[in-house]
């Protein structure tokens, strides 16, 4: 797949990318992005979820009423779960819930989720950039450029740029990571994947080892 680079502006530039067939043009693994992205939103849960059992309450462990001759159900003391205030029978409790992938499935998610965007012409090659300063209205001013400032999109450089990646901090639709921190989740949440042009190289030297 050939695709033409664009400048900061989003003009159309003399050079061209090609994108390898072996990362932009298999055959999706469905299963493999569900079980990546699976895996994503697990090991980003806190798992500190926490409710009280019975034996936590505080108070007396008196039993409240005599067992029968009393014409009422019968109880215990007030810490039981039927009662206001009392513990919960089989509470949450805190709990990791993150789990292991193997690194092949990984790529191959990866690789279905470009793969998909490029069917769906939905990635763009910039040229590579870098801001003077850090504002939020140059990286918003970058996104109008190649109309995709209503858009959530995804843009990933090939190495750390600080003016860049807090540029777009403030922006809830725009997302700056680097290309080995590339991941299914964030390639299928954002609209636009736009890949600067030194990245095109690093995505591929990492997904084709």
Known sequence: ???????????ETAKKVVLNDAIYGVEPNDHAIYLDVKQFMANNRQGTHKSKQRNEIAGSSKKLKRQKGTGGARAGNKKSPTRIGGGRAFGPE????????????????????????AKNNNITVLEDFSFDTIKTKNYNELMTNLKVADKKTLLV???????VYLSS???????????????????????????????????????SN
């Open 169 to 207: 901090r403030n922006l809830s639709k725009a997302k700056v990571v680097i290309a080995s921190e590339l991941n299914t989740y964030d390639i299928l949440n954002a609209s636009n994947l736009i890949l600067v042009e030194s990245s095109v190289k690093e995505i591929e030297n990492l997904l």
């Open 1 to 11: 797949m050939e695709l033409k680079v664009v400048n900061t502006k989003g003009a």
């Open 157 to 163: 450089l090939a190495e750390s740029n600080k003016n």
């Open 94 to 117: 805190p709990r990791d819930y993150s789990f292991k992938l193997n690194k092949k499935l990984k790529k191959v998610a990866r690789v279905s989720a470009l793969t998909y965007k």
